[in-house]
């Protein structure tokens, strides 16, 4: 897709524009979504006070790989989870950034006001800009127990804030969520695919040192997927989603040193060669019960 859209290889750079998060600074709650172990960008440069420098340090990071242009990704915490000054302030530096092609912010669908929305419009303009919101299940029970903040329908009314305002959008969902059948995670993947969304990210549930989650494992309240539940979930997603939305991840790693389980998913070389060879054997087409799923009520 990125070839496509802007003729080469564009590689993600992770920064970290110094956010928090309502479920952590009190608004909401104080100890995050209980899987957090800070953010999801444990590999991200901080960009808090000239993005440029932090632009060129993870380019830097990344120079092996032969990208000339690149996302400007504010992955950890909150990415539109502060005023609006500061919001404007490094956004436009990151978007104004020469070898920047695409301007990416991860966020809460409860954090985007119509001020920050507006602003996301206007940075549109220049180059584009998609929101990753993370919705993780659709399903209420799941977000209670995990202490996601907000109920399905702000979702909905984020999504069609974005797309209203021309603004592409990438949802991210888990998989292996306690308490979760592979059926309700096709649930979630096919509802992502009648929001409206552009885009999708598969992430695996990982249990990782120093969290909440990581007690209730401890306890045994829980098991996380094995390597072939997972790829079997993965693909029923697949499958129920529009056949052209972009898949931006199948699977993902978390930090190896804070990594409890499932301990799989730290060869991250092996679980991509397994997915594949697995989609060749059961023959996975992404899209292929989207019609029915499009219709399907909730
Ligand atoms: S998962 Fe996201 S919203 Fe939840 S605590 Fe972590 S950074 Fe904040």
Known sequence: MLREEFGEKVYKLSLDGGFTCPTRDGTKGTRGCIFCAGGSGDFSIPAGKNVWEAIETAKSLVADKGARKYIAYFQSYTGTYATLDKLRNLYTQAIRHPDVAVLSVATRPDCLKDSVISL??????????????GLQTIHEETAAYFRRGYPLPVFDQAVKNLQDAGITVIVHMILGLPGETPEMMRETA?????????????????VLKGTDLAIDYASGKFQTLSLEEYIGALELCLESIPP??????????????????????????????TISRAFERDGVIQGKNWTVTRNEER
Do not use: C
């Open 120 to 133: 996301l419009q206007e940075l549109n303009r220049e180059k584009p800009v998609w929101i990753e919101l």
């Open 190 to 206: 096919a509802y992502i695919g009648r929001s409206g969304a552009q885009g999708i990210k598969f992430q695996l549930l990982h």
């Open 244 to 273: 052209e939305m972009v898949v931006h991840r199948l699977t993902g790693d978390g930090a190896k040193r804070d990594l409890i389980a499932p301990l799989w998913s730290a060869d991250k070389k092996t679980v991509l060669n």
